[in-house]
């Protein structure tokens, strides 16, 4: 679906990007991170085709960005950090203008009432959008990305400025997106990419320094593996039989979750999760949940990009 292969951009003598090369399939969310300069927003900039590369390509659905740009855009919805809104038009004329402008060959009254819908707009139609809060100009600049239903969006801090609850609306917005759309998520909010996607690309000094699934990353370098288990029991009982699990470091209690269930947070120095599924069994207990607790995205970030770390 999106083919980045050995992208170079210079700034005059300041090398930006330094040879990149990642690859997305259809269904996929990206989380893009990268400190102020690393060269996250040249590389979105690359795949819109909005600046050229020095070297290398990028293809959009097979098509290339520079040898194919009108079929390659086609295939690309793209919100900026700051929506591309004309502010005096009410919602429904300005996504009937966006319409029109990119060309699209959909029924226009009903594509335009079925997006507003998906991303709930259809209450503002005939509102101006100046007069918009924040939240809904963000939906709307969704919505401009949407028409015409491209297999790719690229989405720029979509929940910046945002309140927690309009967060809330964004986030599962972009996992509803996510299942006929491959999305490519900015965000400067760790805990926001952690949440909603499912694959993490960090970008330092212009060049890709990890690339992975996002609970994989969260992994990264850790000798001691953490499982949140809930299970049904005695609680002493339960106790005892995690502490006798082969390679288990150490059993934490977390209380009663619910009558007679009871949550424990286990250490282990390897995978231990058949090992107490069986153990737990045997004590006539029964697991109503078992979880991998990775550290925060936060700190995995932070030791990637001072080269604490290798991927």
């Known amino acids: 679906m999106i083919e980045v292969e050995n992208i170079t951009k210079h700034y005059g003598k300041h090398l930006a990007l330094d040879n ?15 400190s102020n300069g690393a060269g996250k927003s040249t590389t979105m900039n690359i795949i819109t085709g909005y600046i050229s590369s020095d070297s290398g390509t990028v293809k959009i659905n097979g098509h290339d960005i520079l040898e194919e740009p009108l079929e390659a855009k086609k295939n690309i919805g793209y919100l900026p950090e ?26 226009m009254k009903e594509h335009i009432k079925e997006i507003c ?6 209450d503002v139609g005939d509102r101006i959008i100046k007069n918009l809060s ?29 309140d927690p609850a309009q967060i809330i609306e964004i ?3 972009v996992r509803d997106l996510g299942k006929k759309h491959t999305v490519i998520l900015s965000s400067h ?30 992994q990264l370098g850790s000798e001691t593996r953490k499982i949140k288990i809930v299970a049904e029991g005695r609680e002493q009982n339960l106790y005892s039989v995690l502490k006798s699990v082969d390679r288990v470091t150490e059993v934490k209690k ?33 697991i109503l949940l078992m979880q991998p607790e990775g ?13 604490n770390e290798e991927v």
């Open 171 to 173: 986030r599962k917005l």
């Open 254 to 286: 977390m209380g009663e979750s619910e009558k007679g269930c009871y949550e424990f947070i286990v250490e282990s120095t390897a995978d231990v999760r058949r090992a107490v599924s069986k153990a737990i069994a045997r004590a006539d207990g029964i």
């Open 295 to 307: 550290r925060s995205l936060e700190e995995t970030f932070l030791n990637i990009i001072s080269g």
């Open 117 to 122: 819908e998906m991303v709930q707009i259809d």
């Open 189 to 218: 909010v760790l805990s926001e990419v952690q949440a909603v996607c499912d694959k993490i690309l960090v970008i330092n000094n212009g060049k890709i320094v990890a690339d992975g699934e996002t609970d994989s990353l969260t």
């Open 82 to 107: 700051v929506p591309p809104l004309y502010n005096d038009m009410t919602v429904e004329k300005y996504l009937e203008f966006m319409y029109k402008l990119k060309k699209v060959r959909l029924s």
């Open 20 to 34: 990149i090369s990642f690859k997305l399939n259809e269904g996929d969310i990206l989380g893009f991170l990268g």
């Open 134 to 162: 924040k939240g809904y100009k963000q939906r709307v600049g969704i919505a401009q990305a949407l028409l015409g239903y491209p297999p790719v969006l690229i989405l720029d801090e979509p929940t910046s400025g945002l």
